[in-house]
């Protein structure tokens, strides 16, 4: 079992900065893509980054490209997402996960497998 654990939101104002990380637990978090998905209240969750398991490939969403950033360490189990000039419509719950097909990298939830609990990002007007 896959255990992803998020850490890092809170509030800012907008134009300022953020960084989320989630810890993953298995011993095998190498072999996974990486992803991470927000949802604001009332919406479906969206896709933001995605990162193959070698850290090689990513994946943004266009409403974050140029002001996201997903990185991973691998030999933390730790994948991360810099998130600069925020607006306020980037205030969701943030969410990592884990993509246990191989070499992969999806844009679609439903292709992810393990999910964290999530962590609050609000930014200010």
Not at 88 to 94: I, K, M, R, S
Not at 107 to 114: A, I, Q, S, V
């Amino acid at each position: 079992q896959v255990q992803l654990v998020e850490s890092g939101g809170g509030l800012v104002q907008a134009g300022g900065s953020l960084r989320l990380s989630c810890v993953c637990s298995g011993r095998v978090f190498r072999l996974y893509t990486m992803g991470w998905f927000r949802q604001a209240p009332g919406k479906e969750r969206e896709f933001v980054a995605a990162i193959t398991a070698s850290g090689g490939g990513t994946l943004y969403a266009d409403s974050v490209k140029g002001r996201f950033s997903i990185s991973r360490d691998n030999a933390k189990t730790t994948v991360s997402l810099g998130m600069n000039s925020l607006k306020p419509e980037d205030t969701a719950v943030y969410y990592c996960a884990a993509d246990r097909v191989l070499s992969r990298l999806s844009k679609n939830p439903h292709e992810y497998d393990d999910w964290g609990q999530g962590t609050q990002v609000t930014v200010s007007s």
